[in-house]
């Protein structure tokens, strides 16, 4: 099938259930808020570290518990590590929260049904040493953690929700479309789609990968070859004539669908950037994802 002229592949995109802590980040300007954010999601990558981040984007201080600049953001996991993994994991990373000068941390829990609570002040509140005082911000109960910047609040309890992951694989004439696309278009119009988020990778997609590894068995992710350019030759490949890059375009939403609109929006961005060959979404047979949205169903109906 066809978008604007670029082809779409019929194939379905496989949907990995996950576990979602959805939170709000504040700080004292805009700036501080997103480099912190930014911070406090790196070192993301699921396939390489205990948990991953991504942030949805920017929050109007009118919309936050405190009035000031904010950022929402999520960190998750598959559903598959187990939930008192995904907790121990999301513990050791909140645990970092106090050196972020000027910030303070709030649930964000989206309108999804709430599956899970985790006490971060049992954890959290150890950094004060004792000088740390229960309080409240507006009908919120928090933690006053006294920094160096100032009192820092951080929110008792953080709600999780059940969300889902996605993923699209995009071909491009060269390096630069597949950039702009992933950077300048794709990235920031997902970030207005409610309850979805790009992965937390500085230009918004990635090098993809397979689950396992042919030669190196140990190795939970290796290379995807078919889609990698110098090694057409070499081996059986899917990247289409007119192709010589590919970026991979993951997000993660908080329903299946949030990620259908999700997807769309990503998929109507790409298509308008020069130099998109075309789009499809990895196949792992079910290893990666148990949930299929077929990008029929995904791909936006205006066709102008």
């Known amino acids: 099938m066809q978008y604007r002229g670029i082809v779409i592949e019929d194939t379905f995109c496989e949907c990995t259930d996950i576990y979602t802590a959805r939170l709000i980040l ?6 501080i ?22 942030i949805e984007g920017f929050v109007s201080p ?18 598959a590590v187990g939930f008192e993994t995904f907790k121990h994991a999301l513990l050791d990373r909140l645990f970092i929260f106090p050196h972020l000068p000027t910030c303070s941390l709030f649930d ?21 040493d004792g000088f740390e005082a229960n309080d409240r911000v507006g009908d919120r109960e928090v933690v006053r953690m006294p920094i160096m910047t100032g009192d820092q609040y951080i929110e008792r309890r953080v709600h999780v929700v ?22 300048e278009a794709a990235a920031w119009v997902v970030r207005d789609a409610p309850g979805v988020a790009v992965f937390n990778y500085p230009v918004g997609g990635i090098s993809g990968a397979k689950v396992g590894g042919n030669r190196y068995k140990g190795e939970g992710v290796t290379i995807n070859e078919p889609f990698c350019p110098t090694l057409r030759k070499s081996v059986p490949t899917k990247i289409p004539q007119g192709a010589n890059c590919v970026i991979e375009f993951p997000l993660v939403a908080t329903s299946l669908e949030a990620m259908k609109v999700g ?14 060959v075309a789009i499809t979404a990895p196949s792992f047979g079910g290893a990666w994802g148990g949930r299929k949205l077929a990008l029929r169903d995904v791909v936006p109906a205006d066709k102008g």
Do not use: H
């Open 26 to 31: 504040t700080a004292a300007t805009e700036g």
């Open 108 to 128: 964000g829990a989206a309108s999804a049904p709430v599956e899970w609570v985790v006490d971060l002040a049992a954890r959290v509140s150890r950094w004060g």
């Open 162 to 183: 059940a969300g889902t992951d996605g993923v699209l694989e995009v071909f491009g004439k060269d390096e630069a479309s597949c950039m702009q696309g992933a950077m």
């Open 62 to 79: 009118i919309l936050t518990p405190d009035g000031r600049a904010g950022v929402a953001l999520q960190l998750n996991a598959p559903t």
């Open 33 to 54: 808020a997103m480099a912190e954010a930014s911070y406090l999601c790196g070192f993301g990558i699921i396939t390489a570290s205990p948990i991953q981040g991504c």
């Open 263 to 276: 997807l769309g929006v990503a998929i109507k961005a790409f298509v308008r950037t020069a130099g998109i």
